[in-house]
């Protein structure tokens, strides 16, 4: 018996790309053959997927004749009513044996398993989904872990089976782990770190290969059942650079954009006064969602760099401009970090060249680092050094910990290392343009937004 495994993961929405995939795939599929994807193919970057909750990756799966999908972490960075939304309009399976809700209920419409016949083979398809630690109750999820999710898998699915197959987004690494400890596992399709093997590893018996990430690739395993068990007979990945789009997938990704983009121009409110942007210098756009940021959490003060967004906001407001404006998928964070960590922050973000270097960084997809923006607090520098900080109206102590209201990519330092020293973490899962949206539709914060809280020495606001 033999079986031929046709596999894309991390495509991370780059649909152009999947279009020359889903012409190999398309050419390459018969009876014989599963398509696999290993999780993160949803990615919400796209406005395809903003304007649709996510549909037209659904759309793209489906007519690709995919089999089965596994969750990564970008199918569940949009919240939880869009994950279900996606998996109740589907037929494509999404699997993962070890996400549940945060009180332990399942998620509408995801498989722990699935069983698939195919040439009278019954292969079992399960997935493992990551733990993304402290965003985890921001998402309203809880994530198992995932050899005790394999696990009690294995034992209930026990003589229901051929062929165990795992597509796991937990990272090579511990795909490797998996393959020692579970002799029932015969094939893994690996994800999440973007690993590209130009051939199949045979690790502990179990056959491991990963096709890289954003659709530059198909993985293909072939396998055959012997006296001996499942045996690797065939492997490669096959390079989508010079394939032909598929004319079928760019058309349902041009009605997509339409569709989307006509249910994200609508308006949504208008604005009295501008708020205008810069990337260098205090403005009232980025001022907002400190603003926003301090009034929405528990918090000390609030601090956020203006890199987060890419331009202003005038006259009437969508979501489309909200997207444009801050296309980030990055979330409103709580920290705790220490007074001289805060004020070397500010006292780097006095030089423009930090504030103009690159901001690249998990999540963010703007293009600078830009200043760094309060709320509740005030700072007075000299152009070249700080001079004061007051953190509501009291002077800020250097060894005490203050709790932060900010967005998880100055939490993890990017832009501003000092800012990584801290502690206490924690998620919403809202994003930062969530933030505008909400605050920028009230009159009083938009005018305090241009009150300015950094402030040259001497100089009164």
């Known amino acids: 018996m033999k079986l031929v495994i046709l596999h894309t993961n991390d495509i991370h929405s780059r649909y152009e790309n999947f279009a020359k995939a889903a012409t190999i795939l398309k050419q390459r599929k018969d009876d014989q053959t599963l398509i696999l994807e290993g999780g993160d193919f949803a990615d919400f970057r796209a406005i395809e997927l903003q304007g649709t909750k996510g549909e037209a ?12 999908l596994t969750i990564g972490n970008n199918e569940t960075f949009n919240g939880m009513d869009t994950l279900e939304h996606m998996t109740r ?22 498989c722990p398993s699935i069983i698939v016949e195919k040439s009278r083979v019954r292969i079992l398809i399960t997935g493992s989904s990551p733990d993304l630690g402290g965003f985890n109750e921001g998402l309203g999820l809880h994530v198992e872990d995932y050899k005790k999710a394999l696990r009690s898998t294995l034992d209930e699915r026990e003589g229901q089976y051929d062929l165990c197959l795992v597509l796991s987004h937990v990272g090579t690494e511990a795909d490797a782990e998996i393959a020692e400890a579970f002799d029932e596992v015969g094939v893994i399709i690996s994800a999440h770190d973007h ?52 004319p079928d997938t760019l058309h349902l990704l041009k009605q997509s954009k339409e569709v989307a983009i006509s249910n994200l121009r609508q308006p949504l409110f208008s604005l009295e006064h501008p708020l205008w942007h810069d990337v260098v210098e205090e403005n009232p756009l980025t001022n907002l969602i400190a603003d926003g940021l301090f009034d929405w959490l528990d918090c000390d003060f609030a601090i956020i760099n203006s890199g987060i967004a890419n331009a202003g906001l005038f006259d009437f407001v969508s979501r489309k401009k909200l997207i444009e404006v801050c296309p980030s998928p990055l979330n409103p964070t709580t920290f705790e970090v220490k007074g001289e960590d805060i004020k070397q922050a500010l006292e780097e973000s006095l030089d423009a060249q930090v504030c103009l270097a690159d901001g690249k960084g998990p999540g963010f997809r703007g293009k600078f680092v830009g200043s760094l923006h309060v709320a509740g607090a005030e700072v007075v520098h000299d152009g070249k050094a700080i001079q004061h900080v007051a953190i509501q109206g009291a002077p800020l102590e250097d060894d005490r ?38 605050y920028a539709q009230k009159k009083e914060f938009v005018e305090r937004a241009h009150d300015k809280r950094v402030m040259l020495e001497g100089v009164k606001p």
């Open 401 to 438: 910990w203050y709790t932060v209201g900010s967005s998880d990519y100055l939490h993890r330092g990017s832009g501003y290392p000092s800012l990584a020293n801290n502690r206490n973490e924690s998620y919403r899962p809202e994003e930062i343009k969530d933030v505008i949206e909400k």
């Open 57 to 68: 990756a659904l759309q793209l799966l489906e007519h690709t004749g995919y089999d089965a």
């Open 195 to 246: 690993q590209l093997y130009a051939e199949a590893k045979v690790i502990h018996g179990s056959i491991n290969h990963s096709a890289g990430s954003f659709a530059e690739h198909v993985g293909v395993v072939e396998v055959e059942k012997t006296s001996d068990g499942w045996q690797l007979v065939h492997s490669e990945v096959l390079p989508t650079e010079h394939a032909q789009p598929d």
């Open 89 to 110: 309009t589907t037929r494509v399976p999404f699997i993962s044996n070890n996400l549940s809700k945060l009180d332990r209920t399942a998620i509408e419409g995801v």
